[in-house]
């Protein structure tokens, strides 16, 4: 009877199934098992949960309710998660504390190329040319984990120029075709801070504002001072070709604009939650920026009016794209900067309202239903 109840068979009727059928129910559930667990598992995602607010919360009103900070609350009881390690190092205001706290991440997670990369980046902020060297290791295990991303190329031919080795460093540019893709690791952020809050149970609509601040803290990599040095693969003659700089600078420079397109291009690609793609798309513009003005100087000075006119246009017309781009200011991502808003404008206007019933009203905001069906890879969490 309860099995009729079940197959939704009117009360009183009987469901009887036949051995040869039963075992094609059988068969027909493990199927629809395994295509379940592979579409849910199989892919080594994980997807975010939410987590239910605290009973001492759900009926703290807005005006009186003090949120814990964030990464100090999640590291009372996950103190050796690789990720609580990766954005203290980002939000730390000292060089010093941020490369500590990075390479305690990449002892509980060996391997993670988003790591070695900021510990490359901090080791190239310094005017120590000693201290530039120890990027070296940090950019090679990068590479190792990632060997075709743009952007850690860039940071191999800064290093390749200062280790004197000019001839690997401009190679590095000769040929667009082969250029690599361009990722900047912001949608990698991006599920790393998510995915911890999700795993240390502390991911609500509330706690998203907290992500999201955390987020906003992370530093933008010294891309001057990289794309400063590029100069100096372009205009300096290798020892052996000492005249060779007509032929590789103007290569090199036209490899680094295809680069600068391919960052530009990459960057609207995949989820975006708390980032638009607008640090992958300003490090492209200035890629392009400095290799039309490379070009145009270049052919200017050998006398080339048609190559001077055609390099001096792309470099107008990358700036006329550059300051359109800067002018929509797309670093006020509407969706985030709007739940920002939102949550602020009720806490203005309903102050004595419960935070259940404002997360309530959260959930069906863009950025909180972006978020929440969020995946991020299982090894994360191990």
């Known amino acids: 009877m309860q099995r009729a109840r079940r197959a939704g068979l009117p009360r009183g009727a009987s469901l009887y199934i036949s051995p040869m059928q039963n075992g094609v129910v ?5 199927g629809t098992f395994l295509i379940g667990f592979c579409l849910l598992g199989c892919d080594g995602k994980r997807r975010v949960r939410e987590s239910p607010l605290p009973d001492s919360q759900k009926e703290a009103t807005l005006e009186r309710f003090q949120p814990p900070e964030a990464l100090d609350h999640i590291g009372e009881w996950y103190p050796h998660d690789w990720r609580l390690r990766l954005f203290r190092a980002l939000t730390d205001s000292s060089r010093e504390g941020r ?5 305690v991440a990449d002892s509980l997670h ?3 190329p988003v790591v070695a990369y900021e510990l490359c980046s901090a080791y190239l902020e310094s005017d120590s040319v000693a201290e530039e060297k120890m990027a070296r290791p940090w950019l090679d295990k990068a590479l190792a984990a990632d060997p075709d991303n743009g952007v850690l190329r860039v940071m191999e031919a800064y290093l390749l120029l200062r280790e004197n080795r ?3 460093a401009r190679a590095l540019f000769l040929d667009p075709r082969r250029l690599p893709g361009g990722d900047f690791y912001y949608p990698r952020l991006e599920e790393a801070l998510l995915g911890l809050f999700s795993h240390s149970l502390d991911l609500n609509p509330y706690t998203l504002t907290e992500a999201v601040e955390i987020y906003r803290r992370i530093p933008f990599p010294p891309f001057e001072k990289w794309i400063d040095i590029l100069y100096s693969v372009f205009l300096s003659p290798l020892k052996e070709h000492p005249y060779d700089i007509r032929i590789r600078g103007r290569d090199a420079a036209n490899g680094l604009f295809q680069l600068g397109r391919k960052l530009r291009v990459q960057s609207y690609g995949g989820p975006r ?7 992958q798309q300003s490090l492209g513009f200035m890629f392009q920026l400095k290799a039309t003005e490379f070009l145009t100087l270049f052919y200017r000075t050998f006398e080339d009016t048609a190559g001077t006119a055609l390099a001096f246009n792309e470099m107008v017309d990358a700036q006329k794209e550059y300051e359109a781009f800067m002018a929509s200011q797309p670093w006020r991502d509407s969706t985030l900067t709007g739940y920002l808003d939102r949550w602020s404008d009720l806490m203005k206007s309903h102050p004595a309202m419960s935070l259940a019933v404002a997360a309530g009203k959260a959930r069906a905001w863009p950025l909180w239903k972006k978020a929440s069906a969020l995946r991020y890879p299982r090894r994360d969490d191990d």
């Open 110 to 112: 060996p391997g993670e």
């Open 273 to 279: 939650i708390l980032s638009n793609g607008y640090e």
């Open 99 to 103: 490369i500590a706290e990075l390479r």
């Open 166 to 168: 000019l001839g690997q």
């Open 26 to 30: 059988r068969i027909f559930r493990a």
